[in-house]
């Protein structure tokens, strides 16, 4: 029996490995999108700023792993093999469940999965051993230390209230202070605002969280506690003449020291606070094995009372958890993608393609806020409203630089801030999640940097929302999932936990080694266009979205002819995709606009032509997501579906949109569509004719004529602007003949 276990915590220990990667990967966004969003250094030194803060940072989470042995459950009421199976269960439902919120690239909270997990686990093992002794599943209470976990979840769930409160508030009167041309009032107060960062910053993580650090001695603690006030007001004046010093004498960006340091103390505070997330059940399951293979009792009745006693964590075994964190910040590339999620949607950027659609709450929202905002300037004096306007005016932006997602002080904001709340939390023990705190706080300070306007705000809104609808469905999932795990191990005993366990390894080995095709941040931001680039991506991505179309217009025709409610509402959730990817594509020309500061005439006018050709390509992709919406409503209300003559010359359609766009080894070819066009035109026409005949006689209901024109009505659109794209393609061509070096005009879009 003692062999199981052993393996058992062989297990525990891969999978901690593992879920240190997946959950790293989940929450790296929490300290490195204010820097990198912010760009105030490079890619690699903001990696290993919060790579050291990271590694020193594990190793004040010792005190934070009381919550893993003693914070959910009663331990006393539990069997060494019960707890076993517990720590087990939620070990495997927690790789699984962040795994695949990180394939969607959605940041959740490693802290409400690791809480309900327990929680989830725990009550599974408890109504086992309730139903196993024929005892009533009401006495299910007393196993679950239902004040602290109360705490637990009361103190998670006010922090997202409290996080966006304070992010909002204090980044209004951040802005206030030094609008968005601060470099004024930087040179007067920088020394003073950046003093009072780094102290902050140094009390609440050093001061406060050392309590919790597996080297710190008793007695230096208490001094620390003994000398509080000098120590800090040393602190500050220190910083603020150094400071000074820095901006008057040397002109050293007191911001680029502000945002580095939060970003060191939000990795530390990060570390601290939720290293126990990931490795606090293996060290947990760890001591347990420990006790009872002292105790030599048998694993069914010996009772875990002992993990109520106060441990601590060795040192090693914290760096060791540390290294493996700093690893996988750097080589992830699940962390780049859960980064750039929450850059989005604090970004100030417009244009681009939003992440997420807008939605019935948001538009709500948005329009209550436009209403309040309305009724609040009635009433305030219009000095006041202007003077306020002012502050919130965005500074010019110099043409062919890459706007920034946010500036200096809100980034320094957003980290400062976030550390404070966190390492708040961790020093009274309090496992706050850093995913909830250091998104809200980003959220609120976008809210009020004016980042929402009227063009992004609904789409904002319904991103955070989608967000945090993914946290309460985590703390959901978590629960019954391991809850799941730990019924199953209970009924299989042994084989059940070898399968569970090695179907979990399988399933995140694969997950993490597939390739993806998202380009990194570093990536995305040197992309150049140029003229050949332009032309490689017309050429290649024309031709695959002219086939995309017609292969979703046979599966609309197949559908509707068949009358498959079911495969037109499948082909009509495709064309939606295909739309929004056109749309996409098509906004990548914002980002060319502001790449170069004097672009060349061929390479403007390279720009402008992938601009129109993915505006036709997304105008056939509106019409035929319109196509595919009017047939799945013409068969979901049970009208007559078409037959005969008219199913005949709907196929023939299709397939002659097909021949007259293909070469003659099936290919697609828009060469060959620009050749056709005019010959199609007409037989549609043709086609359109015998239809208007047909209506008089009533061969055709009123609405089958409307459906039927639809059909012609985006064959025509088809044709035309595909035609469009191939004139585009030549003309790009062409443009590898002009002579380059000459600076284009400022753009327009008409």
Same mark, same amino acid.
């Given at each position: 029996?003692?062999?199981?276990?052993?393996?058992?915590?062989?297990?525990?220990?891969?999978?901690?490995?593992?879920?240190?990667?997946?959950?790293?990967?989940?929450?790296?966004?929490?300290?490195?999108?204010?820097?990198?969003?912010?760009?105030?250094?490079?890619?690699?030194?903001?990696?290993?700023?919060?790579?050291?803060?990271?590694?020193?940072?594990?190793?004040?989470?010792?005190?934070?792993?009381?919550?893993?042995?003693?914070?959910?459950?009663?331990?006393?009421?539990?069997?060494?093999?019960?707890?076993?199976?517990?720590?087990?269960?939620?070990?495997?439902?927690?790789?699984?469940?962040?795994?695949?919120?990180?394939?969607?690239?959605?940041?959740?909270?490693?802290?409400?999965?690791?809480?309900?997990?327990?929680?989830?686990?725990?009550?599974?093992?408890?109504?086992?051993?309730?139903?196993?002794?024929?005892?009533?599943?009401?006495?299910?209470?007393?196993?679950?230390?239902?004040?602290?976990?109360?705490?637990?979840?009361?103190?998670?769930?006010?922090?997202?209230?409290?996080?966006?409160?304070?992010?909002?508030?204090?980044?209004?009167?951040?802005?206030?202070?030094?609008?968005?041309?601060?470099?004024?009032?930087?040179?007067?107060?920088?020394?003073?605002?950046?003093?009072?960062?780094?102290?902050?910053?140094?009390?609440?993580?050093?001061?406060?969280?050392?309590?919790?650090?597996?080297?710190?001695?008793?007695?230096?603690?208490?001094?620390?506690?003994?000398?509080?006030?000098?120590?800090?007001?040393?602190?500050?004046?220190?910083?603020?003449?150094?400071?000074?010093?820095?901006?008057?004498?040397?002109?050293?960006?007191?911001?680029?020291?502000?945002?580095?340091?939060?970003?060191?103390?939000?990795?530390?505070?990060?570390?601290?606070?939720?290293?126990?997330?990931?490795?606090?059940?293996?060290?947990?399951?760890?001591?347990? *094995?420990?006790?009872?293979?002292?105790?030599?009792?048998?694993?069914?009745?010996?009772?875990?009372?002992?993990?109520?006693?106060?441990?601590?964590?060795?040192?090693?075994?914290?760096?060791?958890?540390?290294?493996?964190?700093?690893?996988?910040?750097?080589?992830?590339?699940?962390?780049?993608?859960?980064?750039?999620?929450?850059?989005?949607?604090?970004?100030?950027?417009?244009?681009?393609?939003?992440?997420?659609?807008?939605?019935?709450?948001?538009?709500?929202?948005?329009?209550?806020?436009?209403?309040?905002?309305?009724?609040?300037?009635?009433?305030?004096?219009?000095?006041?409203?202007?003077?306020?306007?002012?502050?919130?005016?965005?500074?010019?932006?110099?043409?062919?630089?890459?706007?920034?997602?946010?500036?200096?002080?809100?980034?320094?904001?957003?980290?400062?801030?976030?550390?404070?709340?966190?390492?708040?939390?961790?020093?009274?023990?309090?496992?706050?999640?850093?995913?909830?705190?250091?998104?809200?706080?980003?959220?609120?300070?976008?809210?009020?940097?004016?980042?929402?306007?009227?063009?992004?705000?609904?789409?904002?809104?319904?991103?955070?929302?989608?967000?945090?609808?993914?946290?309460?469905?985590?703390?959901?999932?978590?629960?019954?999932?391991?809850?799941?795990?730990?019924?199953?191990?209970?009924?299989?005993?042994?084989?059940?936990?070898?399968?569970?366990?090695?179907?979990?390894?399988?399933?995140?080995?694969?997950?993490?080694?597939?390739?993806?095709?998202?380009? $990194?941040?570093?990536?995305?931001?040197?992309?150049?266009?140029?003229?050949?680039?332009?032309?490689?991506?017309?050429?290649?991505?024309?031709?695959?979205?002219?086939?995309?179309?017609?292969?979703?217009?046979?599966?609309?025709?197949?559908?509707?002819?068949?009358?498959?409610?079911?495969?037109?509402?499948?082909?009509?959730?495709?064309?939606?995709?295909?739309?929004?990817?056109?749309?996409?594509?098509? $906004?990548?020309?914002?980002?060319?606009?502001?790449?170069?500061?004097?672009?060349?005439?061929?390479?403007?006018?390279?720009?402008?032509?992938?601009?129109?050709?993915?505006?036709?390509?997304?105008?056939?992709?509106?019409?035929?997501?319109?196509?595919?919406?009017?047939?799945?409503?013409?068969?979901?209300?049970?009208?007559?579906? *078409?037959?005969?003559?008219?199913?005949?010359?709907?196929?023939?359609?299709?397939?002659?949109?097909?021949?007259?766009?293909? $070469?003659?080894?099936?290919?697609?070819?828009?060469?060959?569509?620009?050749?056709?066009?005019?010959?199609?035109?007409?037989?549609?026409?043709?086609?359109?004719?015998?239809?208007?005949?047909?209506?008089?006689?009533?061969?055709?209901?009123?609405?089958? $004529?409307?459906?039927?024109?639809?059909?012609?009505?985006?064959?025509?659109?088809?044709?035309?602007?595909?035609?469009?794209?191939?004139?585009?393609?030549?003309?790009?061509?062409?443009?590898?003949?002009?002579?380059?070096?000459?600076?284009?005009?400022?753009?327009?879009?008409?």
């Amino acid at each position: 029996m003692e062999q199981y276990y052993i393996v058992m915590l062989a297990f525990l220990a891969v999978i901690a490995v593992i879920d240190l990667f997946v959950g790293v990967s989940n929450d790296a966004s929490n300290f490195l999108n204010s820097a990198l969003g912010c760009r105030i250094a490079s890619f690699r030194t903001t990696m290993w700023v919060a790579s050291l803060g990271v590694l020193l940072g594990a190793t004040f989470s010792s005190g934070m792993m009381e919550v893993a042995r003693s914070g959910i459950f009663h331990p006393q009421m539990f069997s060494f093999s019960e707890i076993m199976v517990v720590f087990f269960a939620v070990m495997v439902a927690d790789v699984i469940l962040l795994d695949a919120f990180n394939s969607l690239g959605l940041p959740t909270s490693t802290t409400v999965s690791i809480v309900f997990e327990l929680l989830g686990s725990a009550a599974a093992a408890a109504a086992w051993k309730l139903l196993d002794a024929g005892q009533s599943l009401g006495d299910l209470y007393t196993y679950i230390n239902t004040s602290k976990s109360l705490g637990i979840v009361s103190g998670i769930l006010i922090s997202v209230v409290v996080a966006f409160i304070s992010g909002a508030v204090i980044q209004y009167l951040a802005r206030l202070l030094f609008s968005f041309r601060f470099e004024g009032m930087y040179r007067r107060i920088g020394a003073l605002y950046g003093a009072f960062s780094i102290t902050a910053i140094i009390y609440f993580l050093v001061m406060k969280g050392a309590k919790g650090a597996s080297f710190m001695r008793a007695e230096w603690i208490d001094w620390i506690n003994a000398n509080t006030s000098p120590i800090l007001i040393t602190l500050f004046v220190g910083f603020t003449i150094l400071f000074q010093i820095c901006i008057s004498f040397f002109r050293i960006n007191v911001f680029k020291i502000i945002i580095l340091a939060g970003t060191f103390s939000l990795a530390f505070a990060f570390a601290g606070n939720d290293l126990v997330n990931f490795v606090g059940v293996p060290i947990a399951a760890w001591d347990s *094995f420990k006790i009872w293979s002292a105790a030599q009792s048998p694993a069914e009745t010996f009772m875990m009372g002992d993990l109520l006693k106060p441990a601590t964590a060795a040192t090693w075994m914290l760096l060791a958890s540390g290294m493996v964190m700093v690893f996988t910040l750097w080589f992830s590339k699940k962390a780049h993608r859960v980064i750039q999620t929450s850059i989005n949607l604090a970004s100030t950027q417009t244009g681009e393609q939003e992440q997420f659609g807008a939605s019935l709450p948001g538009r709500m929202i948005v329009r209550a806020a436009v209403s309040m905002g309305t009724v609040i300037n009635q009433i305030m004096p219009g000095i006041l409203q202007r003077g306020i306007a002012s502050r919130f005016v965005p500074a010019p932006q110099e043409k062919g630089t890459i706007p920034l997602p946010f500036d200096y002080v809100r980034a320094s904001i957003n980290l400062v801030l976030s550390a404070i709340l966190i390492a708040s939390a961790t020093s009274l023990q309090l496992p706050l999640s850093t995913t909830y705190v250091t998104f809200m706080v980003a959220m609120g300070s976008s809210f009020a940097d004016g980042a929402w306007d009227r063009e992004t705000a609904v789409y904002r809104i319904s991103g955070v929302l989608t967000v945090i609808s993914g946290w309460f469905i985590t703390a959901l999932c978590a629960s019954s999932l391991a809850a799941a795990a730990a019924t199953i191990v209970f009924w299989g005993g042994e084989t059940a936990a070898v399968i569970m366990g090695l179907a979990a390894i399988a399933i995140l080995v694969r997950s993490n080694l597939k390739k993806h095709e998202e380009e $990194s941040l570093a990536k995305q931001s040197a992309q150049r266009f140029t003229a050949p680039a332009i032309r490689t991506i017309i050429h290649t991505k024309s031709p695959a979205n002219l086939c995309r179309t017609l292969d979703l217009l046979d599966e609309v025709v197949d559908g509707l002819l068949a009358d498959r409610e079911l495969a037109l509402r499948s082909a009509k959730s495709e064309a939606s995709e295909f739309f929004d990817q056109l749309s996409k594509d098509r $906004s990548v020309y914002y980002r060319m606009a502001m790449m170069d500061k004097t672009p060349s005439k061929v390479d403007f006018n390279a720009r402008y032509c992938y601009f129109r050709a993915f505006t036709n390509m997304r105008e056939v992709g509106r019409s035929l997501q319109s196509l595919a919406k009017q047939s799945l409503e013409h068969v979901a209300n049970r009208h007559r579906v *078409f037959k005969g003559d008219l199913a005949d010359e709907l196929r023939a359609l299709t397939a002659e949109l097909r021949g007259i766009s293909s $070469s003659v080894d099936g290919k697609p070819d828009l060469e060959e569509l620009h050749l056709n066009a005019k010959a199609a035109i007409d037989r549609i026409d043709a086609m359109q004719s015998e239809l208007m005949r047909a209506i008089p006689d009533g061969e055709l209901s009123i609405r089958g $004529s409307e459906l039927y024109l639809t059909f012609l009505l985006f064959a025509r659109d088809f044709i035309n602007h595909y035609e469009i794209v191939s004139m585009l393609a030549a003309r790009i061509d062409s443009l590898e003949q002009t002579p380059s070096g000459v600076t284009a005009p400022k753009e327009k879009i008409s």
